[in-house]
């Protein structure tokens, strides 16, 4: 049985969903409240040590971090491939993965802050001490630490414009790639696409949409059409938002 | 024909050397001099646009970052086979490749600026002003900027202690890992040890190499000590630094 411990509308749950309703396959689903921070209490980090979701359970078996939770559902449920056959295009691929954890992800992160994150503890009455008082808690220095200094020091306006000059960069090596054909890895939709459609999704609602315009990226914004037509996308990203007081709504 | 554009002492090239060395592939060495600022030069970027090394070049398609280049030699020479064949411990392989990139390899990267870098550049003459213009030159801002700010900003005793923190954690994880085999992805050798090898041997040589002492963590100093016996080990990590005067030796 698999059942995926995730976040509604955290990218990485996005990813893991998007590869199961690819696949077709069933699932049981654990919400965890990243919010009420159950990712960092030890019931969760018994689990996953990272304190990060998502997190896979399959027949008693933990796999973790979401590009590895991709890579596992296609060795064992190899039934619908989303790896290219051809060790080039699988380079992509896996390329393209790598590039959403390492550039998309973090600075989609920071760029989400102030828009999105600080809005929901305010709106949701979680005060700073609060917040600082979880970091604290949280055994993973990478993830801690980085909630305490946003809290301690902020997102500046300057912090903002590098995420953005990252993110340019990374999306204009993204044109690039869809000049080679109509998916990340070449002609098949792939790993590569599932691994940025959820990043592509969560910029089109920070503030600097343009970036993934037409106008802008012609392909991008292409392929991000057609990404959203899949019925897999739209399976995966209408798993509702538990809290209905949360301002954010997508 | 495999062609390896590489630097002696990244760790990124060394995870490639060692991976070519465990699978006895012959391989034409292209040295890229970082301290040259070669990689941010157009004739390394037209094959690299992040601007980074390795590149594997394979009969003309290139190949970038190192953890697809290791799945990719894997997937086209799988002669010696790095990957696990159980599903779960290839899985385990993967955390292993990512945590080496996400935790292991930036932080280790933080500890190696006032210790290694920084005197590379002092003791070869090349004035911040001209590493600065340098940086501005670099296609991919996540590099450029990094470098930008080291040496505009420093890398501080605050932001040293933060990255071992990170390491301490990661560390922590790599101990418990080796609890349930001999290595990092059970009981076989696999690229999890090949992504791990050259961030172990750079902490060797930082000013904290306690971290991996035995009394501090007797698995991961035992599995460094088998980790350095491999003729595999031996091999890639002699290759010569072709700048005698460098002031780092290792």
Redesign the interface.
């Known amino acids: 049985m698999l059942r995926l411990y995730h976040y509604w509308s955290s990218v990485c749950s996005q990813k893991a969903r998007l590869c199961l309703a690819e696949k077709s396959l069933p699932w049981e689903s654990v919400h965890v409240d990243l919010f009420n921070f159950e990712n960092y209490q030890p019931a969760y980090t018994r689990l996953n040590?990272k304190a990060l979701v998502p997190a896979l359970d399959?027949d008693g078996?933990i796999?973790?971090?979401s590009?590895?939770?991709l890579?596992?559902l296609e060795?064992?449920f190899p039934q619908v491939w989303l790896r290219p056959g051809d060790?080039?295009e699988?380079?992509l691929a896996?390329?393209w993965l790598?590039n959403a954890?390492?550039?998309a992800h973090p600075n989609v992160g920071v760029c989400s802050h102030n828009a999105r994150h600080a809005v929901r503890f305010k709106s949701a009455g979680i005060s700073d001490e609060v917040v600082l008082r979880a970091a604290d808690q949280c055994?993973?220095?990478?993830v801690g630490?980085r909630l305490r200094r946003r809290i301690e020091v902020g997102v500046t306006e300057a912090d903002e414009n590098?995420a953005y000059?990252?993110l340019d960069?990374l999306l204009d090596?993204m044109e690039?790639q869809l000049e080679q054909g109509p998916w990340l890895a070449g002609a098949q939709y792939s790993l590569a696409d599932i691994g940025m459609a959820p990043m592509i999704n969560r910029i089109e609602v920070l503030p600097r949409p343009e970036i993934i315009a037409a106008a802008r990226r012609p392909r991008v914004a292409d392929w991000w059409q057609r990404i959203q037509a899949r019925p897999a996308f739209v399976e995966a990203f209408s798993f509702k938002n538990p809290n209905a007081d949360d301002p954010v709504k997508r």
């Open positions: 040590p399959h078996r796999v973790i971090e590009n590895v939770i890579e596992y060795d064992v060790a080039y699988r380079s896996r390329l790598f954890e390492e550039i055994p993973n220095p990478v630490l590098e000059a990252k960069y090596q690039r």
